[in-house]
């Protein structure tokens, strides 16, 4: 039970949320009747509660106008660092989060960092009439629940779509989720426990090595290059060892960051490979439909003849990042991937889906999604000569064949860390090389995305890099 009065209570309630910043220096401090209002205490009480925080230096009483809040005082002695339990540790070194926290801090003028194209690339204003008229069509939608699995139309014709890269998807066994995000998490969540030992290639996206740290699972990394993706000979290796590997993580066509496609040989070796040991596949198909060509390429999917591969895409990279949508198909592990996605996050809201769906079913996707190919290619192609001519002699750079990133490779002795930091200071934002990956092999590697229109701020930006760069020689 709390002894403290009850103004004092109330007093170190607000005096926490001064110094966590959810109330902020300078704004309006509540006034004494929303307090006795919203804590059921007397004028008195409330009276006490500003005097309190006043005497502690926290609140400024103007006349007329009322109380407002002034920087805090730094507490006396700063809280020791939690204890890290090393055993308990199987995941991603403490330099991703770091990294993103760097960059939630500083004021970002130019995202080199985020993997989606400009929002004004996606078909917005067509979206948001299907949402209107989607809302007009259905006036009791935003009351009502969706089903778990998602709108079953939807689930159609995604599963119609993904026949033409000859990929069989049963629409009853299609799960929309979250985003790619949650498709991984469900997938890893179904076929593994914690503790178990996953394999991803190496570089990978920082997001899925922090998938497999919050849900407490060993990683082993398996080198990829940029021509064909994972390396099937260390692969074949790995699963040899006794330490039995769980699952396998693989983007075969795109992979992020390193743009790179899996020729369709080394895709049925990688799906046999998997069978042969018992590793559970799980593909991620996030920028299959950004891959620059007329003829969409197969997926591991297609591959798969013992029902050993759970399939994940999402819509938020080619569509609507607003939306959140992704989708999930388990195969034999689909009742179970159903069960958790109810448990975790029930259905995902279902005004998205249909206006999704009544865009999708029209030619006019196939066409924008051509569009969009055809300017992301500009684009990358821009973004490289600029990259090659403001960087330092010797810089590589990946030529993918779509999406919107770009993996560069300074010369041996730069750092990209210490690029990302000074470019945060200048407010250009980077990706640097060592969060894809626990180990410290990608130090003179960045990513960089070019998923916005290029224009002469952009290779100024490109420029100041360069600028960085040099310096640092
Ligand atoms: C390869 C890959 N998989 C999954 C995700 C997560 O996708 P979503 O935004 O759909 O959750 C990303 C996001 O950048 C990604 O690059």
């Given amino acids: 039970m709390n002894t403290l009065p009850l103004y004092r209570q109330l007093a170190n309630h607000y005096l926490d949320a001064i110094r966590s ?15 006795m209002e919203k804590h059921a205490v007397s004028l008195s009480t ?58 939630q801090r500083a004021t970002i003028k130019v995202n080199f960092a985020n993997p989606y194209c400009a929002a004004q690339l996606y078909p917005l204003k067509t979206l948001q009439d299907h949402m209107v008229k989607a809302l007009r069509q259905n006036p009791q939608l935003l009351g009502t629940t969706a089903p778990t699995s998602g709108n079953l139309e939807l689930r159609n014709i995604l599963a119609r779509r993904a026949l033409t890269s000859k990929t069989h998807l049963n629409a009853e066994k299609i799960v929309i ?9 469900l997938a890893l969540r179904a076929v593994t426990q914690p503790g178990d030992t996953v394999a991803v290639e190496s570089p990978t996206f ?15 990394e398996v080198p990829a290059t940029a021509d064909y993706g994972i390396n099937l000979f260390a692969l074949e290796q790995l699963l040899r060892d006794p330490e039995p590997i769980r699952a396998l993580i693989v983007m075969p066509n795109l992979q992020n960051p390193l743009g790179s496609i899996m020729p369709d040989s080394h895709k049925a070796r990688l799906v046999q490979l998997c069978a042969e040991h ?9 920028y299959g439909d950004l891959v620059d060509t007329e003829q969409p390429l197969s997926t591991l999917k297609y591959w798969d003849h013992s029902d050993n591969l759970i399939y994940c895409a999402s819509l938020n990279k080619t569509l609507a990042p607003g939306m959140r949508l992704g989708w999930i198909s388990a195969g034999r592990w689909h009742d179970r991937v159903e069960m958790l996605k109810h448990s975790q996050s029930r259905g995902c809201e279902a005004l998205s889906q249909l206006a999704v769906s009544a865009f999708m079913k029209t030619p006019s996707y196939e066409r924008y999604l051509r569009r969009l190919r055809k300017i992301l290619t500009q684009q990358r192609q821009q973004m490289r000569t600029a990259i090659l001519r403001h960087f330092p002699q010797d810089t590589c750079v990946t030529e993918p064949r779509g999406g919107t990133l770009l993996w560069v490779e300074l010369p041996p002795g730069f750092s990209s860390m210490r690029l990302f930091h000074e470019g945060l200071k200048v407010g250009i934002q980077i990706l640097p090389g060592d969060i894809f990956s626990n ?35």
């Fill in 21 to 35: 910043g959810t109330l902020k220096t300078g704004e309006r401090f509540p006034s004494i009747r929303l307090m």
């Fill in 46 to 103: 409330a009276v006490q509660v500003c005097r309190e925080l006043e005497g502690q230096g926290v609140l400024e009483a103007r006349p007329r106008s009322g109380n407002y809040i002034r920087q805090p005082e730094p507490l006396p002695h700063p809280l020791p660092p939690a204890p890290q339990d090393v055993d308990a540790y199987v995941g991603i070194h403490q330099q991703v989060s770091s990294v993103l926290k760097a960059s």
């Fill in 177 to 185: 989720t979250n985003g790619a995000t949650e498709a991984l998490n």
């Fill in 206 to 220: 920082h997001g899925l090595l922090q998938i497999l740290e919050s849900l407490n699972l060993r990683v082993r």
């Fill in 278 to 286: 018992a590793t559970v596949l799980i593909e991620d198909d996030t």
């Fill in 439 to 473: 180990g410290s092999g990608f130090g003179h590697y960045l990513r960089i995305a070019c998923g916005a229109p290029f224009t002469p701020k952009i290779e100024e930006a490109v420029a100041t890099l360069g600028q960085l760069l040099k310096n640092q020689a």
